[in-house]
């Protein structure tokens, strides 16, 4: 059983950065693939990020590569996904999810556990 808690999110302009946390409950957070989704208003949830139980790999959704870094912290239970050149489009609630699973999934049903949701706002 883990709980998850995200928080960092609020309005930024076009072009800039924010840093999103997500801290996790339990002693067994190392265990879990953990990944970032989003979700605008009348759209499906979508993948964002992933990172392996030990930080070895990530993977991210072509529309923030060179621009997102997921990485974790196993000794504070905590992954971040920092967004820089931030774009209106990025506009949407974002979600924190665990999964036990070895590799990064891409599927929002591989992912057992989810947080509340942080909501991010970009303005043009």
């Known amino acids: 059983q883990v709980q998850l808690v995200e928080s960092g999110g609020g309005l930024v302009q076009a072009g800039g950065s924010l840093r999103l946390s997500c801290a996790a409950s339990g002693r067994t957070f190392s265990r879990y693939v953990m990944g970032w989704f989003r979700q605008a208003p009348g759209k499906e949830r979508e993948f964002v990020a992933g990172?392996?139980?030990?930080?070895?790999?990530?993977y991210y959704a072509d529309s923030v590569k060179g621009r997102f870094t997921i990485s974790r912290d196993n000794a504070l239970n905590t992954v971040y996904l920092q967004m820089n050149s931030l774009k209106a489009e990025d506009t949407a609630v974002y979600y924190c999810?665990?999964?036990?699973?070895?590799?990064?999934?891409?599927?929002?049903?591989?992912?057992?556990?989810w947080g509340q949701g942080t909501q991010v706002t970009v303005s043009s």
């Open positions: 990172i392996t139980r030990d930080g070895s790999s990530t």
């Open positions: 999810a665990a999964a036990p699973r070895l590799r990064v999934e891409v599927i929002a049903s591989a992912y057992a556990y």
